[in-house]
């Protein structure tokens, strides 16, 4: 059975082609959520669900769009999935396990935004229980399929979320990731898998794994439905102790597709693992071969300290962090737990404190070794996992196979890293492959830009059917389609926000002045600080400024993220020629600073030091 982005009546799932089939009146959210739920009963054999939602339980939020406009809410009508260790007010969360089952009365603070935001839940899904394992097969609620090959895993241990986007049941789903969850069932089922930076997304409503690790992950068709989604859902959150906020606020929250060539961390041949699956090897390398020809350049990391991070995972103390999770049943009433996750959970009350320092210690020392690599490369890229096991295969050997599935996933939390798992090739037996990007703290966009350039350039395909993923909102424009901006401050080459031209696949033109004819001013606020230019023909100088070309699609974005004062208006350079650039309304300069003598942003921040 291969991945369906449509529905049997023909409609696309994703969030695009959702929205336009509202606008024009040929679908409505009720008649999605129908078929859904008919849909549904044709893979009730997959056991993707623990409670899918009937008609009266949806009403409430389908009632509820009437009020909502659909250009303010970005989700309107917009169905995904739960993970059943994720709270939905007034729906049992089991967490896998019917003895620890709880009915929450509010919803968890994601899956509320999401719902302000105009989205749909569709249902509860499956996991490994208490989100232990990566398969998909721990649970009392029958193993999850995998959404192409019914024999095979569908991965865990969000594993009926990601196989209710793959089966079009839903267009996102929601998961969880401390080991690799949101990403090794991204792979197995041929979708973009967001493992955010721990944080970002609130864990309040979540049942724990390991809490100091978990994050709530997002299942989607392509980057720009999980870019959407990820934007409704994060936000800082007082009530989670490991909620953090955006340091760079709107600034860090641009996504694009990233352009120009790419310097990428990858392993060397010695240290990957495929664990005898050629078919996955293989695809492996020609990823690597397609990408080397779209402009991707590779530089190998010594991946030991990684690996020896992800050893301590399970193998370390930090197991404990299960066993306190699910302590009460564990001490109460053991045999209520899945026998594999029993196994594992159950020994994690005997560490000892000293050992979590000593952990602790070595990872803080193995960590420097690592960021030193990752600051050399513009991301580390990985296969998700090595193999891909049959069902039989994973429940022969269930601890040994999933240790393996997380030899490229486990390090991740443990270091404080975003990562965003992305398909790339069909292996030749007609199964997903995929790789992961990995990026330090809060690159979360930076990697869904990286990961887009790759879903433009690598389509997919399924026997006789290609499958594309979803054309980019931010496709590339003929060579010759740029426009040219002036910029004089924090946009400079090595200033803070920089990026947002590099993101965007700029290119510095040149360097040069403007005409003698303008003053700078230091602005108030910040970080981080910023200059304003003024036209000032009786008392200007020449000030040192930038002109950077940028795609002309993503100028409008680029403009639209410009704070006031600050504006676009066309500036005068030193030959005479006018382009666009960086000016300031004459108000934001009251009070301001003015270091025209300086002749330069650069020479102003060095006089601060």
């Not at 293989?282 to 020809?293: G, I």
């Not at 992800?310 to 737990?337: C, F, H, M, T």
């Amino acid at each position: 059975m291969g991945m369906q982005l449509e529905a049997q009546n023909g409609l696309d799932m994703g969030f695009a082609a959702l929205r336009s089939a509202y606008l024009s009146g040929t679908s409505t959210p009720e008649s999605v959520m129908a078929d859904i739920r008919e849909r549904a009963a044709d893979y009730k054999d997959h056991n993707i669900w623990i409670h899918l939602l009937t008609e009266a339980e949806q009403a409430v939020w389908l009632d509820a769009l009437k009020d909502k406009d659909m250009e303010t809410h970005p989700l309107w009508g917009i169905p995904f999935a739960i993970k059943d260790n994720i709270d939905l007010a007034g729906i049992p969360t089991t967490a896998g396990c019917d003895a620890f089952a709880y009915k929450p009365e509010v919803s968890a603070q994601v899956v509320q935004q999401l719902i302000d935001a105009g989205a749909i839940p569709v249902g509860k899904t499956n996991l490994d229980q208490f989100a232990t394992g990566l398969n998909g097969t721990r649970s009392p609620y029958g193993a999850c399929h995998n959404s192409f090959n019914y024999d095979y895993i569908s991965g865990g241990s969000s594993s009926g979320s990601a196989v209710a986007v793959a089966l079009g049941l839903a267009s996102f789903s929601l998961g969880t990731d401390t080991a690799g969850s949101g990403r090794v069932p991204a792979c197995f089922n041929n979708l973009v898998g967001v493992k955010p930076s721990i944080g970002l997304l609130s864990a309040t409503g979540l049942v724990p794994a390991c809490r100091s690790l978990d994050c709530i992950t997002i299942f989607a068709y392509n980057t720009d439905d999980a870019n959407t989604a990820l934007a409704a859902a994060e936000g800082f959150d007082a009530r989670d102790g490991y909620s953090r906020a955006n340091p760079f606020d709107n600034q860090a929250r641009h996504y694009g597709l990233r352009t120009g060539e790419l310097t990428v961390g990858v392993i060397p041949a010695h240290q990957l693992q495929f664990f005898g699956d050629e078919s996955y090897e293989k695809a492996y390398l020609e990823t690597l071969a397609l990408l080397k020809d779209q402009g991707f350049s590779f530089q190998e990391i010594d991946y030991a300290p990684f690996d020896e991070i992800a050893k301590l995972l399970y193998e370390g103390p930090w197991v404990s962090e299960r066993y306190i999770a699910a302590q009460p049943l564990i001490d109460d009433n053991p045999e209520a737990i899945f026998p594999v996750v029993r196994e594992i959970i159950a020994p994690g009350g005997k560490p000892p404190a000293t050992a979590l320092f000593q952990a602790q210690y070595r990872i803080r020392d193995l960590q420097q070794t690592c960021m030193q690599q990752m600051a050399n490369v513009d991301c580390l890229l990985t296969p998700t996992a090595g193999r891909h096991f049959t069902i039989a295969e994973m429940l022969a050997e269930p601890i040994k196979r999933n240790s393996e599935l997380g030899y490229y996933t486990n390090f991740m939390n443990l270091i404080d890293l975003a990562s965003i798992a992305v398909p790339t090739v069909m292996t030749d037996n007609d199964m997903p492959f995929g790789i992961t990007l990995v990026g330090p703290t809060f690159s979360d966009r930076m990697l869904m830009s990286i990961a887009n350039r790759i879903q433009q350039v690598l389509p997919l395909k399924k026997g006789a059917l290609e499958v594309m993923a979803a054309p980019s909102t931010t496709s590339p424009v003929g060579n010759n389609q740029f426009i040219d901006v002036m910029v004089c401050g924090a946009h400079l080459a090595g200033q803070p926000l920089n990026w947002q031209l590099t993101e965007r696949g700029a290119h510095l033109k040149t360097t040069t002045t403007t005409a003698s004819t303008y003053r700078m001013y230091a602005l108030a606020g910040g970080p981080p600080l910023r200059p304003g230019l003024v036209l000032d023909k009786d008392k200007g100088d020449a000030i040192e400024v930038e002109v950077w070309s940028v795609p002309a699609q993503h100028f409008g974005s680029f403009v639209a993220g410009i704070p006031a004062p600050l504006g676009i208006g066309k500036v005068i350079l030193a030959d005479g020629s006018q382009v666009a650039g960086f000016i300031c309304e004459p108000y934001g300069v009251e009070g301001a600073q003015d270091i025209t003598r300086l002749k330069g942003w650069r020479a102003y921040l060095d006089s601060l030091k």
